[in-house]
């Protein structure tokens, strides 16, 4: 715990407090760091049976625009870890479709919350625009004395990062990794791979170019043409990349980019200009003209089956031995569909790993919290230690 | 605080200790008087970060007939605020449409509940029966001892009154006005105003004559011939006038109504007659009958869209700045709607107001529940601000 | 509450430490007794408004993939005593349905999950099988370090038994009669009675008669013919009588079931063999042969409609004086039904033991929790009774 203490101790987190997160490329790298200290801090003290509860009560609002399993459950687990309850705004149940505003819904939903977790990751240039209005809401109505506090956004997913689930993959690299200091010049192949489905967000792989460029990595993005990501991200990542003393290359080749790579993160996506056009077409409610894009899109996928992460390619990592990672749910060849991103075998072996991944999302989501909510984080992590209060009685 | 203390051990509120809260004009002023004041020594309390969970577990159950963003998260807001957990009867999920008692199912799920929370506003002659009926049910299951506790019903809306809304309300104007000593003689102008869509609740205008005009003020209720309300509710209002020393009157006019008023509340409903009407088609399952219904309101409600809240209105109040009143979301004209009840300008000039306004229904939610749950409010008040447990570590 | 502890401290638990409740007669005497003197000792802490409350944070997680109001109800209100916030998985809300296995979804809803409550029932081979499945990933999942809990499982119902409804069932006979040792000799009938809906599970009856012969008790079990049980729990019901000193016997005539017994538990059911067909078409998604089953099955009970619990059939019961159970909602005669399986004049007088007969469920449920979560539930029962720390403020 000690460690965690001194090290939050050297980083500059302060104006973190009363923030909001939306991209990981709108933070400092100290508040990045933060972030992961605090996560692996609130993991040892539950680990040791140590209550985290700092909220005596209070709210975490959630609002998915789209499905979410694993998403809903860190949320609500990173709430009820700090003591809050979770309130589902469900737009089905509410008047929301009656033409209310988002000034107006973020603030009479906000009257006693102190998160607001959104996932609004279906439409290019929605998603994101959408949390900046509910945050300059609720910012707002915090001013003009409606909220007596103002509740930090956590971007649960948007259509340009997808910072939860980018900064869990980042922590789980530093610890299989024995620390973040280990990272600089470890080769990342962030690449696309075929699923008989389409349409999947590009929040992912935009997430993880746009962070781990920061981490002083070798970042290789790989698509078949046509697979282009958000170009505005591709620079973010250059752009990081020269700061950090890493590099980002764009190649089309899955086998190029698993070469001697040290992690590899093979993840099916839609290319960004069908997701734009996809958009249009929901704006013009042109039903026909979206599942002719559908059609469109599934054929082109086809052409792609190649690009499959298999015990072949894998071979070719570093040492043969490259980290596999996935956000979760794969596309497993012959156990969730007949021909897929990862070869069964490969995502077996790597099955506790991705699991472990998978693990950080709800410490990463309390992290954020914790650093936006309380202004002496480094004094309170000391006193939940100190105190020792039992999560559990025994 | 202590101002809310020495005003609360001067109201006389022993009878609300195990009631329950159908309708305002079921309770004595002293009452009314008592739940503003807890309402307000709780927000106190929360603004000084000082908690009010009274409750270290139990359930506040909802049950909601009808859609809901704002009573949702009211009701969510004022259970969390007080330590009970929401767990919602989601009728949809449940085996009550097979033909299971009202009186089963109220007990069923009360055994671990504090507080029911119910809406049930769609039709005439049910909602409130329908309340009853539940609360009959578990004051018998807490007699013969099947429920250990009997939980304490709030009306969230019935098709008589929305007491949590009308409370709310008269809160809001209270501290406008300055305390509720200020509020005699002010005159309050409740009217109909033009709406696109149709069939909206009389509750909420109902909820207004029927409380307002206890506060000695005086109440226009104003719309155009055919836009009733239920008798019923008029003959309260005339009663309570006669009582307080206020006034109630019925006009067809807006612009009379406007006619220097200090507050306005303009607002679309659908006529008494009408959702008589509307009950007995959904009785007969005639749903011809009840689209034809439907066509004919809307051709009604376009014969009167010059009610609406104009600036022009505006200006014929008091000093042209009557306090604007809305219970959310408003139609507004060329915003949510081309044409609605007010225009955009006076709306967008009242917004904080508004916010403000719909920000004291939790903590009157939370009120009705502390007055009907503990013997002695009082001295709780007073040992919650003497212990002074932190909501929010620091 | 001297007496539920000296009980406990007589009784073999300590195996139930990290265990899970699956199917009661997977469990011994001892096991079944502990459960029973925990849910007496939990609801008397209650009834004296102390705080059972051993969890400060944690989830309870439930699935349910059937409909349900009061088991649904009766798992929240458990976590609730027990200091756990409940995360409902709405299959529907999440993306299960593409693909992904039983063991991801497991171990991905379950890091910071101290329970997970289940609800399987409609299908035959399926329910505890699924069970099973989840209990052997978060184990998995546990040992790899990717869960710093193991989840124990609590068996809503599944296609074999409905522990959490039997073991109420038992305590509500146990306390009925004045205590365990005077069940012995009594006679249960376990009977089919006529109900107009189809497909109800078969789970309560089985739960009933693999319960009840464990305890002494002369248990027949009573249907049509063609209206078979599970062979298996018929054959763990002959042993658990051998092994019990009391006795199983299966009749064709409600008659000789009701005929002087103690205890009367009439219920519809569908037959075991129907069910297993209706298994194989859902199987094959052959709706027109779902259809024709139905049709089938709806004949076939309709030839039995004078399997109904009258007033005539009671006054053969001891004394005329049977207790009357059901596990809700029960199809009564010109209430819920045209005809059913119960007369109206039995079930309102049986209505106030059959509430309470429920009210056991949340304490049953907390109990399984309490025994498999810690180590040494007596100390700990002694050291909520002493610190008697309320649970509402008074």
Redesign the interface.
């Known amino acids: 715990m000690q460690k965690y203490i001194d090290k939050l101790k050297s980083l500059d987190h302060k104006n973190m407090y009363e923030g909001d997160f939306f991209l990981t490329w709108e933070k400092t790298k100290d508040e990045l760091e933060s972030i992961w200290t605090v996560a692996d801090a609130l993991r040892d003290l ?2 040791r049976n140590i ?9 975490g609002i959630s609002i ?1 625009r789209d ?4 998403t ?3 949320f ?2 990173a709430c ?2 700090l ?1 809050l ?3 589902d ?1 469900d737009e089905g ?4 479709a ?4 988002v000034r ?2 973020a ?3 906000s ?2 919350a ?1 998160v607001i977790g959104i996932r609004d990751d279906m439409y290019i240039g929605k998603g994101n625009a959408y949390m900046h209005e509910v945050v300059d809401s609720v910012t707002q ?1 915090h001013k ?5 506090q103002k509740p930090t956004l956590v971007n649960l997913q948007c259509d340009i990062d997808h910072p939860t689930q980018s900064m869990a993959d980042a922590l789980h690299i530093i610890n299989e990794m024995g620390g973040i200091e280990n990272l600089k010049g470890k080769k990342v192949a962030m690449t696309w791979a075929y699923s008989p ?1 389409y349409g999947k967000p590009l929040s992912v792989p935009q997430g993880i170019v746009g962070l781990m460029t920061r981490l002083g990595m070798d970042v290789v993005l790989a698509h078949p043409e046509g697979y282009e990501i958000m170009p505005e991200v591709e620079e973010v990542a250059k752009k990081n990349a020269a700061e950090s003393g890493g590099s980002f290359t764009r190649v089309n080749s899955m086998a190029e980019a698993f070469k001697d790579a040290d992690i590899v993160y093979p993840k099916s996506w839609a290319p960004f200009a069908a997701m734009e056009k996809r958009t249009d077409l929901y704006g013009n409610n042109d039903f026909d003209g979206i599942k002719a894009l559908e059609q469109e899109l599934l054929a082109q996928n086809a052409k792609h089956k190649d690009w499959a992460c298999t015990e072949e390619l894998m071979k070719t990592t570093k040492d043969g031995k490259a980290l596999y990672m996935h956000c ?2 794969a ?1 497993i060849t012959g ?3 007949k021909e897929g991103e990862v070869d069964a075998s490969v995502f077996d072996r790597y099955r ?1 790993p991705l ?2 991944e ?2 950080y999302k ?1 410490y990463v989501i309390a992290a954020m919290i914790f650093l936006a ?4 984080p480094v004094a ?1 992590l000391e ?1 939940l230690n100190q105190d020792a ?6």
Chains 1, 2, 3 share one sequence.
């Open positions: 539950r680990e209550s985290t509860k700092v909220f005596d009560s209070g709210l998915f499905n979410s399993t694993r809903r459950f860190s609500a687990s009820n870890l003591g309850a979770v309130q705004l149940k509410s008047q929301i009656h033409g209310e505003t107006e819904t603030n009479m939903v009257f006693m102190d109505g003009d004395g409606v909220l007596e489905s979760l749910p596309d156990v969730s569909c506790d699991y472990k998978a693990s709800p909510k309380f202004k002496n309170l006193q209060k039992a999560r559990q009685m025994k």
